[in-house]
């Protein structure tokens, strides 16, 4: 059996800024391999007394190290998550055991969206949509479309993009989460 087929895939992340809201949503699929796992896993987390709400793609164990890793960063820097998400991408990157995590996570607040990655970055998107795991492409380009061509809110945006993704992603479904604030 190869490792490849061993490899768990997940998920939909989406974040977007419109119309004085953030939201941010995922999908419910944990997949091993090409069997469906679970189908209503929750992958969107509200952190920092529901200040900042995390989403995570990749492996399930993986992803909630980082999250526990990212709130602490965020007791260290409460006023403060992009320092809180660069300490983390920056423990993230040196950190032997942390450097094998297979995920990512996106965060967002009333001022910020930001992706960290193992790799050491965090990204903030310019137009505040991003997305991240398997259907990340397609939910943010269903995202785009509905931004610039509709008067749904951010949440109707998150929730019309990711059902998208999950009718194309076959590691994405439509048991979606989507939590959302106020943008400052």
């Known amino acids: 059996m190869s490792h490849n087929i061993l490899k768990m895939r997940s998920t939909t ?6 119309k004085g809201r953030v939201a941010i949503g995922g999908d419910g699929q944990v997949s091993l391999g090409d069997t469906v796992m679970k189908a209503d896993a929750v992958k969107i987390r509200p952190l920092a007394d529901g200040r900042v709400i995390a989403g995570f793609a990749g492996g399930a164990a993986d992803a909630f190290a980082l999250l526990e890793r990212f709130e602490a960063k965020l007791k260290d820097y409460p006023a403060n998550m992009p320092r809180a998400a660069t300490e983390l991408a920056k423990e993230w990157r040196t950190d032997r055991a942390l450097r094998r995590l297979e995920a990512m996570i996106a965060v967002v607040d009333a001022e ?14 310019t137009d505040g949509i991003l997305g991240i795991g398997s259907g990340g492409n397609y ?3 269903a995202a785009k479309a509905l931004v610039g061509h509709s008067n749904l809110s951010a949440a109707e945006i998150v929730r019309t993009a990711l059902e998208i993704a999950g009718d ?12 959302e604030l106020p943008t400052s």
């Open 139 to 141: 939910a943010k380009a």
């Open 13 to 18: 992340i989406l974040t977007v800024r419109h």
């Open 168 to 179: 194309i992603c076959v590691y994405s479904n439509r048991n979606i989460i989507v939590e």
């Open 112 to 125: 910020h969206t930001l992706l960290v990655s193992g790799t050491g970055d965090v990204i903030q998107p």
